[in-house]
């Protein structure tokens, strides 16, 4: 089983950050705050936004976490951490690419999560700047919600794919 969250195809000619598409901003807004946006930002995500500028260069993952919280997280080695404060605060959604296969998978959405969204089609993230990448993000990608606000918000955007509800109040599930 592998750890990491994965990247992005190689359209994305090695750039680190890659927004979340405004219009799903949109449809599942608003969020208090965003613990882990890029800079530029050239359109909120939140009411309030940690970068990589706070705290070490790590945003808002040591920072106070208020509200329903937004999280779209780098793509790295600290994935896991992000999807493991998500679940601690018990009030947020995550976009992360569906490696449902992997450990972080396993112990933080499996046996953490109240609900995961897989989307029916490949999302198209954006550049730094704003611009929309010419491909999809060369992976299936999920939100994967902590919280019942958070189902409740991707079960009232009517997106595009299939929600399943998990039952982690069983001990084992996924053991």
Known sequence: MTTGMGGHQKAGRGMRVWLTPPWLIEKLGPFDL???YSEPRPWPTAARHYGESD???LGGLHLPWNGLVWCNPPY?????????????????????FARTETSAFHRQVWQR????????????FHAADGTKAKANGGAPSVLVCYGTTA?????????SGRMVHLHNAQEGVFG
């Open 76 to 96: 790295d080695k600290h994935a896991e951490a992000w999807l493991a404060r998500c679940a601690d605060h018990g009030n947020a959604i995550t976009l992360i």
């Open 55 to 57: 705290c070490c260069g």
């Open 34 to 36: 965003d613990p882990c």
């Open 151 to 159: 189902v409740e918000r991707v079960e009232r955007a009517h997106l």
């Open 113 to 124: 999560a109240d609900a995961v969204f897989f989307f029916r089609n490949r999302l198209t």
